[in-house]
């Protein structure tokens, strides 16, 4: 069975652009969370969607959004591209709900770069 | 506000030794959720234990191991007989009843050498 797959793998992209990733679940998996991921850093939460609805957001401005579709796949947005935006953006995966202490299963991630 | 302090930034061992890796950390919540999860150089983390905070039995599986101890907020991980594939980024990461919203440690990198 295919793991988390995120698109694209590598993306550079300007500052004030704006730009969408993409990741699809483990199929099964209703849960989706979005982390980023600082070089040198552990990853820091930005979203989390259960059964297409938003369950969580992050410390992160309003520049960031994200929605889940009705086959579970998620995007992530981000408009105004800003030099620290550059990062991985990790996409991880659940079986369960958020609730039930669901361990997360994540995609090998989407490294941007803003210059 | 949730915490996870991984104390050590770099760890660097010689192939067969035991490394122990250590994780504090801070909640208000009274039922929680900790992980270990591994970065292989590839960036995908690999998830590797996982513990509520209502269990504090320790277990081994494999050549891992683990110590949670609520007293001390403190949930370390041990590797016996270490090997070069174990060279990674290790975190741990503390999640509330909302375990979607982990709160990841900043990692530990592990260098196995031969």
């Known amino acids: 069975d295919a793991g988390v797959t995120q698109s694209p793998t590598h993306l550079i992209k300007t500052r004030g652009q704006h730009v969408t990733l993409r990741c699809s679940p483990i199929?099964?998996?209703?849960?989706v969370s979005w982390y980023q991921q600082v070089l040198g850093q552990g990853p820091q939460f930005i979203f989390q969607?259960?059964?297409?609805?938003?369950?969580g957001r992050g410390n992160f401005p309003d520049r960031f959004s994200a929605r889940q579709f009705p086959n579970y796949s998620s995007e992530l947005n981000v408009n105004a591209l800003l030099l620290g935006d550059s990062a991985l953006y990790l996409c991880?995966?659940?079986?369960?709900?958020?609730?039930?202490?669901?361990?997360?299963?994540f995609g090998s991630g989407t490294q941007l770069s803003v210059l | 506000a949730q915490k996870v302090t991984q104390a050590q930034t770099e760890i660097s061992v010689v192939e067969k030794e035991d490394v122990t890796l250590d994780c504090v950390y801070e909640?208000?919540?009274?039922?929680?959720?900790l992980f270990w999860y591994k970065q292989p150089p590839s960036g995908e983390l690999v998830f590797l234990i996982r513990?509520?905070?209502?269990?504090?039995q320790n277990e081994i599986s494999g050549r891992y191991s683990w110590n949670f101890q609520k007293s001390t907020s403190s949930f370390n991980f041990t590797i016996t007989a270490s090997q070069v594939v174990d060279s990674a980024v290790y975190f741990c990461?503390?999640?509330?009843?909302?375990?979607?919203?982990?709160?990841f440690g900043d990692g530990t990198t592990l260098t196995v050498k031969p």
């Open positions: 991880a995966s659940s079986f369960t709900s958020p609730e039930q202490g669901a361990k997360l299963f």
């Open positions: 199929s099964g998996h209703k849960s």
């Open positions: 969607y259960y059964e297409k609805e938003e369950r």
């Open positions: 909640t208000r919540d009274t039922t929680y959720y």
């Open positions: 513990r509520n905070s209502f269990d504090e």
């Open positions: 990461a503390l999640g509330n009843t909302n375990a979607g919203k982990s709160t």
